[in-house]
Nanobody, 114 residues
Framework: QVHLVESGGGLVQAGDSLRLSCAAS????????MGWYRQAPGKERELVAV??????MYADSAKGRFTISRDNAKNTLYLQMNSLKPEDKAVYYC?????????WGQGTQVTVSS
């Protein structure tokens, strides 16, 4: 079993930056890919960025503004978000794939004021 805890969300102004963190614990040796997803009110959860064996993939909305990184020694995943926009407001969830099963954190709220 994998346990994920996100942190780093908050209320910022448009143009500001935030760094989200996701600490993984438990059976972390089985984790292959890790990623960030987000869910805005009234919308479905969507992919933001994924790190799989060192390779990163981004949603179009995140390209050029967000950077995903992973510290395997600390079992921690990061999402550096720059130039935040009001439309980035959402609950951000950390995801880890372990033995082909998805594991999710509880989410962290990001609010961007215009």
């Amino acid at each position: 079993q994998v346990h994920l805890v996100e942190s780093g969300g908050g209320l910022v102004q448009a143009g500001d930056s935030l760094r989200l963190s996701c600490a993984a614990s438990g059976d972390t040796i089985c984790i292959s890919a890790m990623g960030w997803y987000r869910q805005a009110p009234g919308k479905e959860r969507e992919l933001v960025a994924v790190n799989d064996s060192g390779s990163a993939m981004y949603a179009d909305s995140a390209k050029g503004r967000f950077t995903i990184s992973r510290d395997n020694a600390k079992n921690t995943l990061y999402l550096q978000m720059n130039s935040l926009k009001p439309e980035d407001k959402a609950v951000y969830y950390c995801n880890a794939v372990c033995d082909m099963a998805d594991h999710w954190g509880q989410g962290t709220q990001v609010t961007v004021s215009s």
